[in-house]
């Protein structure tokens, strides 16, 4: 029996009929479902489908089960999608319309209940494949955190550093064993505390605002250096960490700590400042803490105008002889107790001792109200120092001398601050020593001149800017100038004209007098042999000084001879004024330079003969050819009313006495006619003073 | 007292995951309650996803086939997520393939679907640490580095924001390549501004723990560097050398580009 087909020739070419079923089905579910094949692909497979269908229509009895495996098929291709089936069922109603109803609805049937059965098998199936991969993942998950646990534990457990955990309420949750170690309390007795049981007083002031930020969220570590008191009471240094661990929804959960012990190291750190900032010795702070503080308080003087400060600059009196002779033990004991007691009665806040260094010490008054105030801390350091020491069995007197300075902060600096004080000292010193000096701006200021006068001496030689005047030397009996006195003078650039007064100390303390004095006599012998050769005999001998300094200057004798020699002068023709110091050796013998100058030909003249010894008795073995009376004499003589008669005699005797040595007399200073006529009187050789006529260049000389 | 726990979290299958939400796209029930939620909310502002994803997937299909067909047998399959069908290994059957994922349920599923199969790894691991997934053993041990390797990032590099520099990540895997090796890469994007629909479905997306992150055909050209990206360039996902006449583009635009590039 053939199939009941009205028109059998249409699936007499069943694989025809398959690719045109395929054809339309594939256009139908293009799309509804993902599968892996491309269109071709899908065409190929359909066909095959198809072709089993066009069998099943034209069967002579309908197989269900075949047809049900075309369902299952699609399935299988993972035509998955519902709408899949649906497009399926209309393209055979359409394709078989002409079939016979009832098998194209066996077969519309019988693929629905196959692509239904392996839908419902493939769901299941992959379901089960789902489900068991999230349980293994679970497992996994769980397995890999009990192992991150156990090895958290491991961690926790047996870690050198402390470790706890608390809640955010600070409650204490778990803590391991090196905290308890750390802290002496057992893990028990550390669940039972809360944060607020191990604030400490020392903590740093920043910690509490980092722990609220860390709990707020703020923040999610920080870490600092906090101390911890250990159950017995001391105090353990730790370097902090501190984390937040948020939850799910990132609110702070938990905070963890971790805590390593640096107690020693901060100890040693405390330690190593102190002796930073303390001298070994005396253990007072030492020049390095003086200067930070001085330097501190100098920063915040612009925030407190009107702020003032003190400085006593104290130094033990004569402490290197008793270094010298009673050993460095004594003296380092020494230093100790003058230490002790000064920081003892010198104790006051904001007053600071310190050691500077050697025997000095320094105490700094923080905000003096005023100099008085400074003053009394120096008197009680005086004080306090002068009390008898005993030390290895000597008693030995002591004092100090204090450098006193107080000023206002605004304005100075630790530069200015501290050499006031230094020379405040050396006054102090200098007036004498166990007493203070208080620091004299004005004074300061002098020397601060005189040492810059001092300093730029040398190169003010280079620059010639000292030149010599002369003055002349008057024979009284006829008011004739038969010599000059050579004058030097400093034109000072910012000081104007110097006379030798202003420098010539200053000359001989620091050697520069032997060059300077040279250069002097040079200019003034070439000046006289100028006069010399222009004038002959009628031109004046030339007076020029000598200083002591240049006197003890082993140059000095050759010095002279080489002058004479370049200028050409006659050495009769030269004076050379000498203090009764220059001449005379320590046992009143003239000394070899006199004797070797004298050698020369220059005559020689005592300068300044009565200020000294005025000792008539060595004159008489020394090459001496004249004297020159000091000023102070001839000024008795001046009042016109009449002279001071003790002057007038002892002038009258000196006079008398020279002439009689063979000595000729000057008289220095003449400023009035009276002087002039009682000096000619007295029987006074010569006279020099503005009476006569000032000093001036030698353009001024009248002879 | 309760103490916190310092492993990491737990397998949760009540949030959706990115590998089973692709998954329901394509028609398969490897996927959860919660998937299928998050899912269906997608696909009700934009139904064409599906089809997106059945396109992603017909051009990996199509790259495979065509990078097969040069020679390569090594494939990388980075975001590789759940298997279906059309894996890689099997349009390659004699290629050695290595899935990367860093989904645990995912990765459980491969290891079982692939455990019998040879030539095949799978990596549990973050795909944005190429140096961490090129070293791990499994990809060491399947993979010959001294032979062409075409490393596969379809529809995963749009889950890698700016700030985690996805063309590094590209850099990564390519650097590590023998010329002749390529980068599979598709991604979604669009060229024009969003409609409504299409807002709300990334703002969804956007508010997801894996949230979306759209380029346009410019931008997913600048990912791949200074590799020689092949013709027909970056296109239309389903412009990628379509087999003619036998696939039909999905309905309105194409929500994603692709292209292929080499390394020379």
């Known amino acids: 029996m053939t199939a009941l087909s009205p028109t059998p020739t249409s699936w007499d070419r069943p694989h025809r009929a398959a690719e045109r079923l395929a054809r339309s089905w594939s256009l139908a579910i293009a799309g509804t479902s993902y599968v892996s094949m491309n269109g071709l692909e899908v065409q190929d497979f359909l066909t095959a489908l198809a072709s089993r269908l066009i069998h099943a229509l034209t069967a002579e009895t309908f197989d269900p089960a075949d047809v049900r495996e075309v369902g299952s098929t699609l399935v299988a291709a993972h035509f998955t999608e519902p709408t899949t089936l649906e497009r399926t069922v209309a393209v055979l109603s359409e394709q078989f319309a002409k079939a016979p109803i009832k ?49 958290f534990r491991a961690i926790f457990a047996g870690a050198a550093i402390g470790m706890s955990v608390s809640t955010v309420d600070g409650q204490v949750i778990e803590v391991n064993q090196a905290l308890c170690d750390m802290l002496g309390y057992s893990a028990d007795e550390l669940r039972l505390m809360a944060f607020e049981d191990f604030v400490h007083p020392q903590d740093p002031p920043v910690a509490a605002g980092m722990y609220d930020e860390l709990l707020s969220g703020g923040r999610d570590q920080f870490r600092i250096e906090k101390p911890y008191a250990h159950k017995d009471g001391h105090q353990v240094w730790t370097d902090l960490v501190a984390s937040v661990i948020r939850d799910e929804d990132g609110e702070p959960k938990w905070l963890v700590a971790m805590f390593e012990d640096i107690t020693e190291r901060y100890l040693l750190q405390l330690r190593l400042r102190h002796q930073a900032l303390h001298d070994p010795l005396t253990q007072l702070p030492n020049r390095t803490m003086f200067f930070d503080r001085l330097a501190e308080l100098l920063t915040g003087a612009d925030d407190e105008p009107g702020s003032r ?395 | 007292m309760e103490r916190p726990s310092w492993a990491p979290a737990d397998v949760d299958l009540d949030q959706p995951s990115v ?90 599923h491969s290891r079982a679907i692939l455990a019998d199969v040879p030539g095949t790894a799978v990596v549990a691991a973050d795909l944005r640490s190429p140096a961490e997934v090129l070293a791990a053993p499994q990809v060491r041990g399947l993979l010959d580095f001294t032979q062409p390797i075409a490393f596969l990032l379809v529809a995963v590099l749009h889950f890698v924001p700016d700030e985690q520099d996805p063309a590094g990540i590209v850099r990564g895997y390519a650097d590590a390549g023998v010329p002749g090796s390529h980068v599979v890469l598709s991604h979604a994007g669009l060229d024009r501004p969003l409609t409504p629909a299409e807002d709300a479905a990334w703002e969804m997306y956007r508010r997801s723990p894996t949230p979306l992150i759209l380029r346009t055909r410019a931008e997913v050209a600048k990912l791949l560097g200074d590799l020689t990206v092949l013709e027909p360039g970056v296109v239309a996902t389903h412009d990628w050398r379509p087999v003619p006449g036998a696939e039909t583009a999905p309905e309105g635009d194409a929500f994603g580009c692709a292209a292929v590039a080499r390394k020379d």
């Open chain 2, 19 to 108: 590998a089973r939400v692709y998954d329901y796209y394509l028609g398969g029930s490897h996927n959860f309650a919660a998937d299928r939620a998050f899912a269906e909310q997608i696909l009700k502002v934009m139904p064409v996803v599906a089809a997106l994803a059945r396109s992603n997937r017909a051009f990996l299909r199509r790259a495979v086939t065509t990078l097969a067909d040069q020679g390569v047998r090594q494939f990388l399959d980075l975001g590789s997520g759940i298997p279906t069908v059309g894996n890689v290994h099997e349009l390659v059957p004699d290629g050695k393939v290595v899935y990367v994922d860093h989904d645990p349920v995912a990765v459980a």
């Open chain 1, 309 to 703: 400060v003190g400085v006593c600059y104290l130094d033990v009196d004569g402490f290197k002889v008793i270094n010298d002779t009673l050993g460095h033990d004594v003296g380092d004991q020494l230093l100790q107790t003058v230490a002790r007691r000064l920081a003892r009665s010198i104790s006051g806040e904001g007053q600071l001792v310190a050691r500077m260094g050697g025997d000095e010490f320094v105490v700094l008054i923080e905000r003096s109200e005023g100099t008085g105030d400074v003053v009394a801390v120096a008197e009680r350091a005086l004080d306090t120092v002068r009390a008898p020491v005993h030390v290895g069995g000597h008693e030995i007197s002591i004092s100090a001398s204090i450098g006193v300075v107080e000023q206002p902060l605004h304005g100075t600096s630790t530069g200015e601050l501290m050499k006031a004080a230094d020379t405040t000292l050396y006054w102090a010193k200098a007036d004498g020593r166990n007493r203070l000096a208080l620091f004299d701006a004005e004074r300061h200021a002098r020397e601060v001149t005189r040492y810059e006068l001092s300093a730029s001496m040398p190169a003010a030689l280079e620059r010639r800017e000292f030149f010599v005047e002369y003055q002349p030397l008057v024979r009284l009996s006829d008011a004739v100038t038969i010599g000059v006195e050579a004058l030097v003078r400093w034109r000072h650039p910012r000081f104007g004209v110097l006379g030798p007064d202003a420098f010539i100390g200053m000359a001989e303390e620091t050697g520069l007098i032997v060059p300077l004095g040279r250069w002097v006599l040079h200019e003034a012998c070439k000046q006289a042999a100028q006069w010399h050769r222009d004038h002959g005999d009628k031109a004046p001998f030339m007076s020029v000084n000598l200083a002591v300094r240049q006197m003890r200057d082993r140059t000095i004798v050759r010095d002279v001879q080489a002058i004479l020699e370049q200028t050409g002068l006659a050495p009769r023709r030269l004076q050379l004024e000498l203090t009764e110091s220059a001449v005379m050796g320590s046992g009143g013998e003239p000394t070899e330079a006199l004797n070797a100058l004298t050698a020369l030909g220059p005559r020689i003249a005592i300068d300044d003969f009565g200020t000294g010894y005025s000792n008539f008795a060595y004159l008489r073995h020394l090459p001496v050819h004249s004297l020159k009376l000091a000023g102070s004499f001839v000024a008795g003589l001046r009042p016109p009313e009449g002279a001071d008669p003790v002057d007038q005699k002892i002038i009258a005797a000196v006079i008398g006495l020279a002439h009689a040595l063979n000595l000729r007399v000057t008289a220095e200073g003449v400023e009035t006619a009276e002087q002039a006529d009682r000096l000619l009187a007295l029987g006074c050789d010569t006279a020099q003073g503005w009476y006569y006529a000032s000093s001036g260049p030698a353009s001024s000389i009248r002879f």
């Open chain 1, 103 to 151: 098998r194209v609805a066996e077969i519309q049937g019988a693929l629905a209940a196959g692509y239904a059965q392996a839908l419902r098998d493939r769901v299941l199936d992959e379901q089960e494949e789902i489900r068991t991969a999230a349980l293994w993942a679970r497992a996994r998950a769980e397995e890999s955190r009990r192992v991150s646990e156990a090895r």
